[in-house]
Nanobody, 124 residues
Framework: QVQLVESGGGLVQAGGSLRLSCAASGLTFRSYTMGWFRQAPGKEREFVSAIRWTDDKIVYSDSVKGRFAISRDNTKNTMYLQMNSLKPEDTAVYYC?????????????????WGQGTQVTVSS
């Protein structure tokens, strides 16, 4: 059974940093394109970043480009999201998602495996 568990969320002041982790189990992690999404209250779930399983190609949303960095460690079955220069508008529940043998996609419905989410709150 595929399980994705996010950690590392919390409360931080604007301009601060957080590092999220997504620990995966029950799957062949290296075969998954992995992504981060977020959902703020009253808003749709939105794409943040993804890293492709074949070549580690990375894509970011325009809203986080230059501030966030996605990475993965296939030896630890873990994906990370380093978030710097955080803004109040980054406040959301952050979810990790996996797509087996899949290309990078920005649409949440293309990802079949999801974690439970971790709250990130950025105060002004």
């Amino acid at each position: 059974q595929v399980q994705l568990v996010e950690s590392g969320g919390g409360l931080v002041q604007a301009g601060g940093s957080l590092r999220l982790s997504c620990a995966a189990s029950g799957l062949t992690f290296r075969s998954y394109t992995m992504g981060w999404f977020r959902q703020a209250p009253g808003k749709e779930r939105e794409f943040v970043s993804a890293i492709r399983w074949t070549d580690d190609k990375i894509v970011y949303s325009d809203s986080v480009k230059g501030r966030f960095a996605i990475s993965r460690d296939n030896t630890k079955n873990t994906m990370y999201l380093q978030m710097n220069s955080l803004k109040p508008e980054d406040t959301a529940v952050y979810y990790c998602a996996g797509r087996r043998f899949g290309d990078i996609e920005r649409a949440a419905e293309k990802f079949g495996s999801w974690g439970q989410g971790t709250q990130v709150t950025v105060s002004s």
